[in-house]
């Protein structure tokens, strides 16, 4: 039985490195979320993904740009 | 048995890197494969190593460090995925094979290549870089410091020539990462190319190259990637780009736990700890009836190697009695660099390498000192 479905979104990138470095500032600067298996409603480069709760996604953004990765796209998937 | 054979492969290893591999094994997946925790970890404990290496050799994006498994995989990497037939490339005798070979390679095809010439200590004349100049020259490839004489070049040097004429920097850091400093930005080299099996304290298998923005490497080897499945083409972002197929990560994490002992003893401290070794048995020799010692020894730049004959004997004859006459390790013949070879003057004879730890002792060096006196009989 699979967990129950919530609201997130889903960040995807090109590379797995940017996949990591994605969590390892998400970590130092308590950004929520976690990396997951790419779902499979969305295609992407890279085999990983930042999944988190919504109301995340501004932190996410702002994150992503202070460490200078690019995400490939942003999702918004109940998963 | 004393290991004065650590320019070949850094056998004296902090602790903590036999252990960092042997817990990889029990903790670390294929990195890059699957979002389990074990793939995860591996891709954790790689990217960490990659942090590491930028901030060692001042490099702003781990993104751009990429692994290879040794300083030729790197070296032939940058080299065949940089430059292409009517492409000029200036080099010099200090080379080994690993920067040797693939410009031969290339220069078969129609690379032209100019090797700068060194004299009978083994040193270039840097004014020769300017003199070599050509419309098309691409870069400078070059070591940072000879596999033989331990002498080192002058990367700020090299490297504001190389920006001043808009030309790549290739360096080979074989024999420097660990030990002298490297910084990327500051000496404006292109491409670091490294090995983690030597002065980073890492095992066999690991190394890669760290590539500085906007320089752009064609791969060399295609295949998986762990990313972009569906696409015909290998992905063209760093440092994916350049390492095709499941990478070393246990070696890695070894070689993670070799940078943070140097990290925490200090580059410098290491460094020092290594000439004071090197120097101690330099002059313990350099006077002995026969005793013949190679390359500058007194050149501000240099690795702990100490390069020697014995009046005519052969050198292999000589290593072969160091090791089992007094179980002392060194590395006799031609290094893999040709033409160092030829500007010294050592093709039949070879030269007998000492190559120092910073976990050599005064005894071993004492011992070693010993040990040329009674092959002379002094």
Request: net charge negative; proline share 4%.
């Amino acid at each position: 039985m699979l967990r129950k479905k919530s609201p997130r979104v889903v960040v995807t990138f090109h590379t797995t490195t940017a996949a990591m470095k994605t969590e390892q500032a998400a970590r130092e600067h308590d950004v929520s979320g976690r990396l997951i298996p790419v779902p499979r409603e969305i295609t992407a480069g890279c085999g990983l993904a930042w999944s988190a709760p919504t109301e995340a996604e501004e932190a996410l953004r702002a994150l992503l740009s202070d460490i200078g990765v690019t995400a490939q796209n942003f999702h918004h998937l109940t998963i | 048995m004393i290991y004065f054979d650590s320019a070949a492969t850094s056998f004296l290893k902090p602790p903590a890197v036999k252990q960092a591999v042997s817990e990889a094994f029990d903790t670390l997946g294929s990195p890059g494969r699957g979002g389990h925790p074990l793939s995860l970890a591996a891709g954790r404990s790689v990217f960490h190593c990659r942090t590491q290496l930028a901030e060692l050799f001042g490099l702003d994006d781990p993104a751009r460090v990429c692994f290879a498994y040794n300083a030729t995989d790197a070296l032939s990497t940058a080299i065949f995925g940089l430059f292409a037939p009517g492409d000029h490339v200036i080099t010099t005798a200090l080379e080994h094979n690993s920067v040797l070979r693939p410009l031969f390679l290339l220069q078969d095809q129609g690379l032209e290549l100019t090797i700068l010439p060194a004299d009978e200590q083994g040193r270039i004349c840097y004014d020769d870089f300017a003199s070599a100049l050509r419309e098309n020259t691409r870069a400078v490839v070059c070591t940072h410091a000879s596999n033989v004489t331990g002498n080192g070049l002058d990367l700020a040097r090299i490297g504001a020539f190389c920006q001043q004429n808009g030309l790549l920097f290739v360096v080979d850091a074989s024999q420097s990462a660990g030990v002298l400093p490297i910084n990327m930005k500051e000496q404006n080299i292109s491409v670091l190319c490294f090995t983690g099996h030597k002065g980073l304290f890492g095992p066999q298998g690991t190394g890669g190259l760290c590539v500085a923005e906007g320089v752009e490497i064609r791969p060399l080897k295609v295949g998986g990637s762990g990313i972009h499945s569906f696409d015909r083409h290998h992905p063209a972002d760093y440092p994916e780009r350049l390492e095709a197929g499941t990478m070393n990560a246990t070696g890695i994490a070894g070689l993670s736990a070799g940078l943070d002992f140097i990290a925490q003893t200090g580059l410098d401290a290491i460094r020092e700890r290594e000439e004071a070794l090197a120097r101690r048995f330099y002059l313990g020799i350099r006077d002995l009836p026969g005793v013949i010692v190679y390359g500058d020894m007194d050149a501000p730049l240099r690795t702990a190697v100490v390069a020697m004959n014995l009046a005519g004997e052969d050198a292999g004859a000589v290593a072969d009695a160091l090791t089992e006459d007094y179980g002392i390790c060194t590395r006799a013949g031609a290094h893999c660099a040709p033409l160092m070879h030829y500007a010294l003057g050592t093709v039949e004879q070879g030269i007998v390498r000492f190559s120092f730890s910073y976990f050599n002792t005064e005894d071993e060096i004492d011992t070693a000192i010993g040990a040329i006196r009674a092959l002379i009989g002094a």
